[in-house]
Every structure is written in C-alpha cells, then in structure tokens.
C-alpha cells in the first residue's frame, strides 16, 4: 500500500521568509497530492492540491511542486505571515483506485515568528 | 470550498455511555463519507468508509461493533461510539467528497471526545 512520508516534523520561520515542507510517497500509482492546514482543535482545511498530470500548481502565496519520477511533491508558502502557524498534513492516493481514500503524512507544524 | 458540518464540537461522557457524532454535507451530496481518528501531535487514521445505503467498511483493527456508522442519506453520516471507555477518548473528523469536485476531500470541524 501507499505510504507517505514528511519532513521536516516541525518548522519554524521568520514572518516575510519562505517555508518549504517536503514529502515523499511510495505507489507510483498515485494521482492526487493535497495539502491540508490543520489549526489546534478544529479539522484539516484544504488549502491547495496538485493532480499527477502537474508539476507545478500556484495559488498566490502559496505553490505545491510534483516530481513523479522521484516520487516527491512540495509545499511552498512564501511571505510567511503569522496565521500561517499551523500543522500541515500531505497526502496522497490513487484516486479512481479500489481504496481512493487519502494516506497522509505525519504532519508539520509551522511556526511563524512576528 | 464544500462545506462539511460536524457535531457536537466536544462532548464529555461517564464510561459505559454511547455517544453519537453527526457529520453532515451542507451544500453538496456525498455518496462517501470518511471518518478518521486522531490522538494528540499525531496525523489522521482512517477508521472506516462510509457508503450511503450499504454497510460501512472498516480499516483492520477498527471495531465494528464498537464504532456504528449509519449513512442513511447523501448528507449524513453518523458515528456511534459504543460503551465508551477512557481509551477511546480523542479528537473524531470526518470527511465527505463532492460527486463534482471528483477527488477532492473535505473535512467537518471535529469532535473531541474525552471519556471520564
């Protein structure tokens, strides 16, 4: 089966610096990589997803970067700003597949100094 | 984004007790809903899937008698924590996905359930 994984476990980063939070997957026949924001006590908000048929996908500050043949996709926040401090979750799976439910990584809590 | 609403937020209960967690779509219909359990500082496990109509299906090692799972309609699923004890105390989430937005997922608010 499919297993993510994701590093780094925690990050933390001036506010107006960029954060980078990698991740890893193995089933190469995976097609669909989101990324979710997860704030203390409330569920995981999607905030940005990349099909397999993408290397590259932008929503303002925020860009995911997918390279299949390394099995590798990215998150990219730049101009960080304090409200960005979360924990952030890859995930993966194999839409259309028998399972198509989503494996997630362990998470990464960002931490945006003011 | 689909809005997904979940209730109660937290709910606090003497062992032994059930207790039901309701997770509705609210603008979209959803033949599959998933629900996840997650401890403290700890990513998602998926505990079951939620077919509208059939019976749920279970991830290895998840109770089925302890956790019922009813989707009774497109927009609602419901999570029974049966007799409950201290050790299933933990924060619940579950998901639905929009038949129009193919593959994307999205998640209710959570519930934290702490078992006395």
């Known amino acids: 089966g499919e297993n993510v994984e994701q590093h780094p476990s925690t990050l933390s980063v001036q506010e107006g610096d960029s954060a980078v939070i990698k991740c890893t997957y193995s089933?190469?026949?995976?097609?669909?990589f989101p990324w979710y924001k997860q704030e203390l006590g409330k569920g995981p908000q999607l905030i940005i997803d990349?099909?397999?048929?993408?290397g590259e996908k932008k929503d303002q500050r925020i860009a995911v970067t997918l390279n299949k043949t390394a099995k590798h996709f990215s998150l990219h926040i730049t101009e960080t700003q304090p409200e960005d401090s979360a924990v952030y979750f890859c995930?993966?799976?194999?839409?259309?597949?028998?399972?198509?439910?989503?494996?997630f990584g362990k998470g990464t809590k960002l931490s945006v100094k003011p | 984004g689909a809005v997904v609403s979940q209730h109660p937020s937290r709910v606090i209960c003497k062992s032994g007790t059930s207790v039901k967690i309701e997770c509705r779509s609210l603008?979209?219909?959803?033949?599959?809903m998933f629900w996840y359990r997650q401890f403290p500082k700890q990513s998602l496990m998926l505990m079951a899937t939620?077919?509208?109509?059939?019976?749920?299906?279970?991830e290895q090692g998840v109770e089925k008698d302890k956790f019922l799972i009813n989707h009774a309609s497109l927009t609602l699923s419901t999570l029974t924590v049966t007799s409950a004890h201290p050790e299933d105390s933990s924060f619940y989430i579950c998901?639905?996905?929009?038949?129009?937005?193919?593959?994307?997922?999205?998640f209710g608010s959570g519930t934290q359930l702490s078992v006395l």
């Open positions: 939620s077919n509208e109509g059939s019976k749920a299906t279970y």
């Open positions: 603008d979209f219909q959803a033949t599959t």
């Open positions: 995930a993966a799976t194999h839409y259309g597949g028998s399972q198509g439910n989503l494996i």
């Open positions: 998901s639905a996905r929009p038949a129009d937005l193919a593959e994307k997922l999205f």
């Open positions: 089933d190469s026949a995976s097609n669909y």
């Open positions: 990349i099909r397999s048929n993408v």
